[in-house]
């Protein structure tokens, strides 16, 4: 079934330490691909997004994803993280008409 | 904040019961989106409206159904209420019917169901 894949449940890091959550996607054809951030208790924001054009995308909070067409996956990074970065991050497709089709999310833990 | 409102923050309510959830969409958007994200489903798309009719549907179940008003704001039914139906309930906004670049989330509702 075509679908969004997120391979961590739950990573820990300590602060400073870099980060790389990995996302595939199981769609062809033109895919547009978001990371969404949801902070304890609080609503999904957008992190980062592709449509077209560079691959390596930045996004908010020293975020970036990389697209890599063949092999269907958009994982994000960050070189150092924060205390504040704890949160679960969410990878995403838009499918036609709009409707986003999530990944199970990961949560992110960082110890200070 | 941004810019979509969702009603109740918070309800508890028994099984076989009936709850009505509200979402105020950002100011200009048109197309309103809700999602469940419940512990064993995670954040799952329902349905969509734009201007008032319905655009899509996914994994909504027959019990549940929305509505969008011509101010705009959308109400999500739920009825004959299980305890599975316990989750948060999501509604997203955004101006075109496609979806346009990014889909704005409001805070949600947590349905808790005893």
């Given at each position: ?35 969404y ?9 957008l ?62 833990s960082?110890?200070? | ?10 309800l ?12 105020s ?18 954040l ?25 008003f ?12 299980e305890?599975g ?20 989330f ?9």
């Open positions: 079934a075509q679908s969004v894949s997120q391979h961590n449940h739950h990573v820990i890091l300590s602060e400073a330490a870099s980060l790389e959550l990995g996302c595939n996607y199981s769609y062809g054809g033109t895919v547009n691909l978001f990371w951030v949801q902070y304890p208790g609080q609503h999904l924001q992190l980062l997004k592709y449509f077209s054009g560079d691959p390596l995308v930045k996004g908010i909070k020293g975020f970036e994803a990389e697209f890599i067409k063949s092999k269907f996956s958009f994982n994000l990074r960050k070189p150092s993280v924060q205390w504040s970065d704890t949160a679960e991050y969410f990878c995403a497709v838009k499918r036609p008409g709009g409707k986003l089709i999530f990944g199970q999310g990961t949560e992110l960082v110890k200070p | 904040d941004s810019g979509v409102t969702q009603t109740p923050k918070h508890i309510t028994a099984t076989g019961q009936r709850v009505t959830l509200r979402c969409p950002r100011s200009g958007d048109l197309s309103v989106y809700w999602y469940q994200q419940s512990l064993d489903q995670g799952q798309f329902l349905i969509q409206y734009y201007n008032g009719e319905e655009r899509a549907k996914g994994n909504i179940l027959e019990r549940f159904s929305a509505q969008q011509p101010d705009l704001h959308s109400e999500l039914n739920l009825s004959s209420l305890l139906d316990s989750a948060l309930y999501f509604c997203a906004s955004s101006p075109t019917p496609s979806g346009g670049n990014e889909q704005f409001g805070p949600g509702t947590r349905l808790t169901v005893l």
